[in-house]
């Protein structure tokens, strides 16, 4: 499983936004299709709300693909810098 980072540039991403910024899905009508179909998960539950608010904190899982929501202020570790 891959694991990424995303550090929030605001109070929250909208889950379909987010798929697409980060290449989970080709298109905004791809990340909306990929929610619709029930193959997303918002902190282990499967989320059906296209436009989700995600907040620092939760975890998004598409396939063998996590995405860890950071804070704006959040640093990863140093191990970590790469990685998003």
Known sequence: MSIHRFQLQGEFI???VLLKLLALAPSGGGAKALIVEGAVTVDGVVESRI????RAGNSVRVAD???RVLATDDEPAPEE???R
């Open 81 to 83: 810098s790469g990685s």
């Open 14 to 16: 909208e889950l379909n």
């Open 51 to 54: 436009r989700r608010k995600l």
């Open 65 to 67: 693909q996590e995405i």
